[in-house]
């Protein structure tokens, strides 16, 4: 199995910063990547798939790259309405593994 | 607009068996795979397995093989994902989702609880 391991665990933010969440995959894998914001009570939400392509509606603050096994997600400005947890996801091999989440706090 | 309905929330005995709905909308079925994620109580996310709407092919996570099985019914556009030999470790909220990855539409959760 790829093991995806995110960093941090927990992040403390203030509205307006520039925030980067590092995925790592335990093996080199293609760009089947995504990422999905989860708020309490809630189904996740599709923010970036295939590692870098941003799903339709979501706003252009929110940004995906990476290859191999290191994959980031980047929010250029936090707004109040993103603090949630984050998690990545490979689907390139069977089972489709999740990152076990990074908390977005407000500072 | 694409939708995903799932039924309501489930009490089971441990040993029991659940059986999940999970009624899509709004698209054209068998388009698109159907995943199934699930949450335990203040867990992450846990990846169960996805249908093909297609030809009802299933790929399961291997520590679900044997108690998992995931169904779909065409005519009625709706997934079903049955977990038997329910443990108390199973007690979580189970997701469906459109898609095989890059799930863009979820369904809003079916809390199941695993307790004597």
């Known amino acids: 199995d790829i093991q995806m391991t995110q960093s941090p665990s927990t992040l403390s933010a203030s509205v307006g910063d520039r925030v980067t969440i590092t995925c790592r995959a335990s093996?080199?894998?293609?760009?089947?990547l995504a990422w999905y914001q989860q708020k309490p009570g809630k189904a996740p939400k599709l923010l970036i798939y295939k590692a870098s392509t941003l799903e339709s509606g979501v706003p252009s603050r929110f940004s995906g790259s990476g290859s191999g096994t290191e994959f980031t997600l980047t929010i250029s400005s936090l707004q109040p309405d993103d603090f949630a947890t984050y998690y990545c996801?490979?689907?390139?091999?069977?089972?489709?593994?999740f990152g076990q989440g990074t908390k977005l706090e407000i500072k | 607009q694409v939708q995903l309905v799932q039924s309501g929330a489930e009490l089971k005995k441990p040993g029991a068996s659940v059986k999940v709905s999970c009624k899509a909308s709004g698209y054209t079925f068998t388009s698109y795979g159907i995943s199934w994620v699930r949450q335990a109580p203040g867990q992450g996310l846990e990846w169960m397995g996805w249908?093909?709407?297609?030809?009802?092919?299933?790929h399961y996570a291997q520590n679900l093989q044997g108690r998992v099985t995931m169904t779909r019914d065409t005519s009625t556009t709706t997934a079903y994902m049955e977990l038997r030999s329910l443990r108390s470790d199973d007690t979580a909220v189970y997701y469906c989702?459109?898609?095989?990855?890059?799930?863009?539409?979820w369904g809003q959760g079916t809390q199941v609880t695993v307790s004597s």
């Open positions: 989702a459109r898609g095989e990855g890059q799930n863009d539409y």
């Open positions: 093996q080199s894998m293609t760009n089947w």
């Open positions: 249908i093909s709407a297609y030809n009802g092919n299933a």
């Open positions: 996801q490979q689907y390139n091999h069977y089972p489709y593994t």
